[in-house]
């Protein structure tokens, strides 16, 4: 008997270049023959004249997109970026809503390859490049930056390592910068130069200045600036310009409209340290790069400790407050926009989402995630931002369909997380959803994920503190509670937290700290009802019947449809501690005059 010979597999390393139309869905939706017409025009004018001009073959069409091969990562970036001018300088004359821009992925790998296709974690990684890429740009790994570098003519941004949709480990990837250091400032202007406009949430962290005369203080303050660059990039979506590139301006006289159009950004953060005496003072500013204009700034003055522990102080402080300001400031383009897509309506929905945890901001949050996914079905933000307010409904008690909106956010979570594993908040709702549905112990194990993910979630911090309680350790929950205070001051839902402990402490049968903590909740946000639930169940305790109705009345005012028997479905619920201190709770509640139902 014969044995049969394996099939000899044909292998070589290639640089793959793959590219496909950003928002093709809603071009065709809007006009699907002038779009075919108009996407034909660009691959044969512009696109295939490149490639071929440069070495490569296109291996395949993908409907919107194509996936070519080259001998040579060279040519590859050099055909990517021959095509994009040129398809930009043919589109000038094009609406925005209905001008065609490619994102391009471009790598090195060992191919399979077959007559009409290419295969390999090669290929994969250039494809989930492509999807990361701005419209109009061109994202490469390192593996193809050590073989370009210095040999192509334009330069790279370090977005730093990314976590790219399945793929095992994360990939160090660069951004293509188009030259334009005396370019105008209008991303309409800069696209008639065939650069691409500056991307969404992108930023350069500036080397803070050393104000105080000591030049042994210099490695602190890089310090800070170094650590906020790093922490800056786990923001979801950020486009973060490397430490290298942003330290080439250490100490110079800097023109910061100048800046933006060399590095493509939207936004410069530039700050100070000085030390006087005991006590250390920062100085930051958020700028807008093309307008100078000051969107924010902060003052952190405190007395010095251990330069080590204030150096993460203050950069958590900074990080957290960052992403929320440049959240609002991308809501606030978006306002603006005639034809928002996926990405602008995630920050508007975002942006109201921050402003506060009631139903005011929540319904009109959920309207902006519901569009965006309409757009774009697997948009993992808006996902996660659905998720996270139907658990939030359900954990403050706003809802009377708990387990309902739990169970859908759950399904939608791990919706996100198969498309995205990384995702630090994903995690954190995760988490929070199984506090919701009496497995505290993984919602715990979820929480710590995210902050493995991303150190400055201090909700992550917050939603453990909460667990605690459920798990009858309420003991434990102030701890967990003023680290996230500890990481997150001004948070928007600090008074949440603070309520929390309020909670905690109303378990823990000790009455007058759980009126401090209340009250301190109170005033930091009276918009707060389940906060004056649980103000009057502790004030019943104490025998305060006419200050407990008159929390009572307060939170009636602000939500007039809690009952007792809507607590009773709390969706917390399980450890026999934690029950008998609800049913404390209620009845305090009770005494108080809250609603039977």
């Given amino acids: ?220 303050v890089d310090g800070v600036t170094e650590s906020l660059t790093t922490d800056l990039s786990r923001i979801s979506g950020s486009f973060v310009i490397g430490r290298h590139t942003a330290f080439t301006y250490k100490g110079k006289a800097v023109d910061l409209k100048q800046i933006g159009r060399k590095l493509n950004v939207r936004y410069v953060l530039e700050g100070s340290v000085q030390r006087s005496g005991n ?63 996926a990405l602008d309506l995630y920050f508007q929905g975002r942006a109201r989402w921050n402003r506060g945890w009631t139903p005011s901001n929540m319904i009109p949050a959920r309207s902006f995630f519901e569009r965006a996914l309409g757009l774009d079905p697997e948009n993992v933000d808006a996902l996660v ?32 997380l198969s498309l995205a594993p990384q995702h630090a908040l994903a995690h954190l709702y995760l988490g929070a959803a199984y506090l919701c549905s009496n497995r505290a112990e993984q919602g715990i194990a979820e929480c710590e994920h995210a902050l493995a993910l991303n150190r400055n979630l201090a909700d992550a911090h917050a939603s453990i503190g909460v667990a605690k309680v459920i798990v009858g350790r309420a003991a434990e929950t102030e701890a967990h509670i003023n680290q996230a205070l500890h990481l997150s001051p001004l948070d928007d839902v600090a008074n949440r937290w603070m309520s929390w402990v309020g909670f905690a402490k109303l378990h823990l049968g000790d009455d007058a700290e759980a009126v401090a903590w209340l009250r301190r909740s109170l005033k930091v946000n009276p918009n707060n009802p389940f906060a004056n639930f649980f103000l009057a169940a502790a004030l019943a305790h104490q025998g305060k019947i006419d200050d407990a109705r008159a929390a009572v009345k307060d939170g009636l005012a602000f939500d007039p449809a809690f009952t007792i028997r809507r607590f009773k479905a709390y969706p917390y619920r399980g450890n026999p501690t934690f029950l008998a201190g609800s049913k404390r709770i209620i009845e305090g509640m009770r005494m108080a005059g809250v609603p039977e139902k």
């Fill in 1 to 220: 008997m014969v044995q049969e010979q394996p099939v000899r597999v044909e292998r070589r390393l290639s640089a793959i270049l793959a590219a496909d139309v950003a928002g093709y869905s809603q071009l065709m939706h809007r006009d699907e023959e002038a779009t075919h017409a108009r996407l034909t025009a660009l691959l044969t004018d512009a696109v295939r004249p490149a490639i071929s001009e440069h070495g490569g073959r296109i291996v395949k069409n993908t409907g919107d997109g194509f996936l070519a091969e080259f001998a040579s990562a060279v040519e590859a970036v050099r055909a990517a970026t021959h095509f994009q001018t040129r398809v930009q300088e043919l589109s000038i004359g094009d609406p925005e809503y209905r001008r065609i821009a490619f994102r391009v992925g471009v790598n090195i790998g060992d191919v399979i390859v077959e007559p009409h296709d290419i295969f390999g974690d090669g290929v994969n990684i250039a494809a989930r490049l492509e999807s990361i890429a701005e419209p109009g740009g061109i994202c490469i790994s390192s593996a193809v930056y050590d073989h370009v570098r210095g040999k192509v003519g334009v330069e790279f941004a370090d977005l730093g390592e990314q976590n790219l949709k399945n793929i095992d480990h994360p990939v160090r990837t660069y951004a293509v910068m188009w030259e334009g250091s005396s370019s105008p400032a209008t991303p309409a202007e800069r696209a008639t130069l065939g650069g691409p406009s500056p991307p969404r949430l992108s930023i350069v962290v500036l080397p803070f200045a050393n104000l105080s005369g000591d030049p042994a203080q210099d490695y602190f």
């Fill in 279 to 341: 006590r250390l003072r920062v100085n930051v500013q958020l700028i807008d790069a093309a307008t100078c204009t000051h969107l924010w700034a902060e003052r952190f003055d405190k007395p010095m400790a251990d330069l080590f522990d204030m150096q993460d102080e203050i950069v958590s402080r900074l990080a957290n407050t960052l992403n929320a300001q440049l959240i609002a400031a991308e809501a606030r383009r978006a306002e603006h926009s005639l034809h928002p897509n």
């Fill in 385 to 416: 931002g659905i998720a996270a307010i139907d658990v939030a409904s359900a954990g403050f008690l706003l809802v009377d369909d708990a387990d309902l909106r739990v169970a859908a956010a759950e399904a939608a979570l791990i919706k996100a």
